[in-house]
């Protein structure tokens, strides 16, 4: 079959994101304020203006063909540079804009980052929201593509021509303990202490701290894990406890502005650990989005 575009009303295609994206025609119809029968209106005209079901009622809700499976992320990536282009049409002014913006932040990012990015935006667009969201919980590739989000911050490199990276900082690692921990006798740790008392290995820092084993192991000695814990427990676990933890040093140093801890250097070289910034390469001449880049860029040189 043969489709002729200029007979195809392209609104038609909004109605098709919406219900593969919803899998649902009340969901569709409230996501895009028409009501039911106009959805199932436009859905029929689709229907035999492409020559296809496009969409099965089952119980669980309306499943793509094969057909739709392979048309939905088309669809989804020309409307999505479609809205994109035409909010760039007109002047980008911050200070004056609504626009809301998607980022997905690792457990690093979050902790370092959302503070001084939510001041920076605010105090240059006051009227500009942001949405910032897990990234443990999603898909960033597809995300991307499907214009759901507009950065991804975290240990990130891109593999694909679609996206573009750019290295934000890297980080060496330091020594977290309580103020008047026992190790704390100057600006570093001995590496005596680092085998003597017991550590605090967090998780979902994007961070991997077992070279401090094999630095041990080089002097006769081992690290003593007494306690796995998440991330956000590390502040007042510390500052209860003669645990020591070994984290990259601008998370130390966060936790240390809030609670009472003191950050120590540590007695030998650490490795590094990169943070970094992904977008979707269709969005690298947009005003919006590269100022957004910049905030995000000037924030995080200098947290």
């Known amino acids: 079959m043969v489709l002729n575009l200029r007979k195809l009303?392209?609104?038609?295609?909004?109605?098709f994101d919406a219900i593969a994206d919803e899998r649902s025609v009340t969901r569709a119809a409230a996501k895009?304020?028409?009501?039911?029968?106009?959805?199932?209106?436009?859905?029929?005209?689709?229907?035999?203006?492409?020559?296809d079901d496009l969409f099965v009622r089952t119980p669980e809700g309306m499943e793509p063909t094969p057909f739709a499976l392979?048309?939905?992320?088309?669809?989804r990536t020309a409307l999505r540079g479609i809205q994109a282009g035409l909010l760039d049409a007109s002047i980008f002014d911050p200070a004056t804009s609504e626009r809301s913006f998607s980022i997905a932040v690792d457990n690093r990012s979050a902790l370092v980052l959302t503070a001084p990015i939510t001041a920076a935006v605010s105090a240059e667009g006051p009227g500009i929201r942001l949405d910032l969201r897990p990234s443990g919980t999603l898909n960033l590739p597809e995300q991307l593509d499907r214009g759901d989000l507009d950065l991804a911050l975290g240990g990130l490199a891109s593999s694909n021509e679609r996206f573009r990276d750019l290295k934000l900082f890297d980080d060496g690692f330091v020594a977290l303990v309580r103020v008047g921990h026992p190790a704390a006798?100057?600006?570093?740790?001995?590496?005596?202490?680092?085998?003597?008392?017991?550590?605090?290995?967090?998780s979902s820092t994007g961070e991997d701290s077992d070279f401090v084993d094999d630095e041990l192991a080089a002097h006769g000695?081992?690290?003593?894990?007494?306690?796995?814990?998440?991330?956000?427990?590390?502040g007042s676990t510390l500052a209860q406890s003669n645990l020591i933890a070994i984290l990259g040093e601008r998370i130390a140093r966060t936790f240390a502005r809030t609670t009472p801890l003191a950050v120590l250097r540590l007695p030998f070289v650490s490795p590094r650990s990169n943070l970094a910034m992904l977008w979707h390469r269709r969005n690298d001449d947009l005003r919006a989005h590269r100022w957004l880049?910049?905030?995000?860029m000037r924030v995080a040189r200098t947290a």
């Open 185 to 202: 006798l100057g600006e570093m740790i001995g590496i005596h202490a680092l085998g003597e008392f017991p550590h605090l290995i967090l």
């Open 32 to 51: 895009l304020h028409m009501t039911q029968p106009a959805i199932s209106h436009a859905l029929g005209r689709l229907r035999i203006a492409l020559g």
């Open 9 to 15: 009303d392209l609104n038609l295609l909004v109605v």
């Open 70 to 75: 392979r048309l939905s992320g088309s669809v």
């Open 221 to 234: 000695l081992a690290r003593r894990v007494a306690l796995r814990a998440p991330l956000l427990a590390a």
């Open 293 to 296: 880049r910049d905030v995000v």
